[in-house]
């Protein structure tokens, strides 16, 4: 009775198939909802809820979309590792924390497995619901903004000994930007990207200033080439939209969305989270003027995060910090233009045109970020 309620409120196909996989996970109770959730632009997310006589859970289920993911069972392998390290390692460390630190762990299925396939061959998989903490999809003032910084130090300090052979490559080539160039031009060959540059005057002003930045794509490639980076495990993605706050203390409590943990460079994360952070506007901003580098939340995140970093960087990591904070809203510029061009096939879009606004705000942030650079590369010394 119960479940069929269920199903006739929560219509469609793929909500059906949640509704089935969902009941196959070793949760309590029974359920009795399962609703889209997040802002996630990969992923497709559920908030799952069951009730016992006595109480109410929450949970998030989760299928990984294999458009982006090619292997996801790496991704499950690798998020397996990495949880199992981080909350031994929260445990340890918890008397002498001034917070309780959290990270979500990973709920079995009832056949004891870390995921489920579907008949359509889709990844599910299910994860603890951390309550009463929020992740907010703009940086909302400087106290936030710091704390955005000192959840990514403290998170890179927890993975920083994983060796990074342990973990698989879920998604090759992430973060490498000459790689997205490649990409771009490829799509560029084709007759349907060439065309959908041709119908719009700022794609094509996009690709005349992604070219004139060629050579930045390389320089965090070129250092690793050269020995002067080295490869470390990293999150891969700690945008605003996955850094929670407590709600009651207002401080930093987890980073979400594991996805992407695989050995990388450090450096990908700390310009993540810069070009994600520092741009008050937000990455969906319909006003492109609204969109700028703000010094204020920089140094703010800037602070948060040596606080933590400041153990396992080097000089020589510094050194291409600079290069980072420049890079990283460029490529995802540069990805979220190619995905345009090529028929929107990798980021999920909510208009026609979404990824090409998408690609205008971070390659005006990256624009910015040139115009400030003598004062960013002054604050970042002077923190040392
Ligand atoms: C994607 O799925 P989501 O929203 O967490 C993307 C990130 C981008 C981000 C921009 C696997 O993350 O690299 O920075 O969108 N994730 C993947 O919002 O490509
Ligand atoms: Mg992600």
């Keep these: 009775m119960q479940k069929a309620a269920l199903l006739e409120k929560q219509s469609g196909a793929f909500m059906?198939?949640?509704?089935?996989?969902?009941?196959?996970?070793?949760?309590e109770g029974r359920l009795i909802s399962v609703e889209r959730f997040g802002a996630g632009n990969v992923n497709d997310t559920y908030l799952a809820i069951t009730r016992t006589t006595f109480s109410e859970s929450r949970f998030v289920l989760q299928r990984i979309r294999k458009a982006v993911f090619p292997e996801p069972v790496l991704l499950m392998q690798n998020l397996r590792i990495v949880t199992d390290h981080c909350h031994k390692k929260l445990e340890a460390e918890s008397a002498s924390a001034d917070r309780v630190w959290q990270l979500p762990k990973?709920?079995?299925?009832?056949?004891?497995?870390?995921?489920?396939?579907?008949?359509?061959?889709?990844?599910?998989?299910?994860?603890?619901?951390?309550?009463?903490?929020?992740?907010?999809?703009k940086v909302r003032d400087l106290a936030h903004a710091r704390e955005a910084g000192h959840v990514l130090g403290h998170f890179q300090r927890l993975i920083s000994d994983i060796p990074a052979s342990r973990l698989h490559y879920a998604l090759p080539g992430f973060h490498v930007a000459p790689g997205y160039l490649a990409k771009l031009d490829a799509t560029l060959a084709t007759s349907d990207g060439r065309a959908r540059l041709e119908a719009?005057?700022?794609?094509?002003?996009?690709?005349?200033?992604?070219?004139?930045?060629?050579?930045?794509?390389?320089?965090?490639?070129?250092?690793?080439?050269?020995?002067?980076?080295?490869?470390?495990?990293?999150?891969?993605?700690?945008?605003?939209?996955?850094?929670?706050?407590?709600?009651?203390?207002?401080?930093?409590?987890?980073?979400?969305?594991?996805?992407?943990?695989?050995?990388?460079?450090?450096?990908?994360?700390?310009?993540?989270?810069?070009?994600?952070?520092?741009?008050?506007?937000?990455?969906?901003?319909?006003?492109?003027?609204?969109?700028?580098?703000?010094?204020?939340?920089?140094?703010?995140?800037?602070?948060?995060?040596?606080?933590?970093?400041?153990?396992?960087?080097?000089?020589?990591?510094?050194?291409?910090?600079?290069?980072?904070?420049?890079?990283?809203?460029?490529?995802?510029?540069?990805?979220?233009?190619?995905?345009?061009?090529?028929?929107?096939?990798?980021?999920?879009?909510?208009?026609?045109?979404?990824?090409?606004?998408?690609?205008?705000?971070?390659?005006?942030?990256?624009?910015?970020?040139?115009s400030r650079e003598s004062q960013i590369r002054k604050a970042l010394d002077a923190a040392l």
Aim: glycine share 6%; proline share 3%.
């Design 16 to 27: 059906n198939t949640a509704i089935q996989i969902a009941q196959q996970f070793s949760t």
């Design 106 to 137: 990973i709920i079995p299925a009832h056949s004891g497995a870390d995921y489920l396939t579907d008949d359509a061959g889709d990844l599910w998989r299910a994860l603890s619901y951390i309550a009463g903490a929020t992740c907010y999809e």
């Design 200 to 370: 719009s005057t700022e794609a094509r002003q996009s690709l005349d200033f992604i070219r004139a930045r060629h050579d930045l794509c390389f320089s965090l490639q070129n250092a690793l080439q050269a020995g002067t980076l080295i490869s470390r495990p990293t999150h891969g993605d700690p945008k605003i939209g996955n850094i929670m706050t407590d709600d009651i203390t207002g401080k930093g409590t987890c980073i979400l969305d594991l996805d992407t943990v695989q050995p990388g460079l450090i450096h990908y994360d700390l310009g993540d989270c810069m070009r994600s952070c520092c741009n008050p506007a937000g990455e969906d901003a319909d006003d492109l003027d609204s969109v700028n580098f703000d010094l204020d939340l920089f140094d703010a995140i800037y602070s948060g995060y040596i606080a933590d970093a400041k153990e396992f960087i080097s000089d020589a990591d510094r050194a291409r910090f600079f290069d980072a904070i420049h890079l990283l809203p460029l490529e995802l510029g540069i990805r979220f233009f190619a995905d345009h061009l090529a028929g929107d096939v990798y980021f999920k879009t909510r208009y026609p045109g979404h990824n090409l606004k998408r690609a205008l705000v971070q390659l005006r942030l990256a624009q910015s970020i040139e």
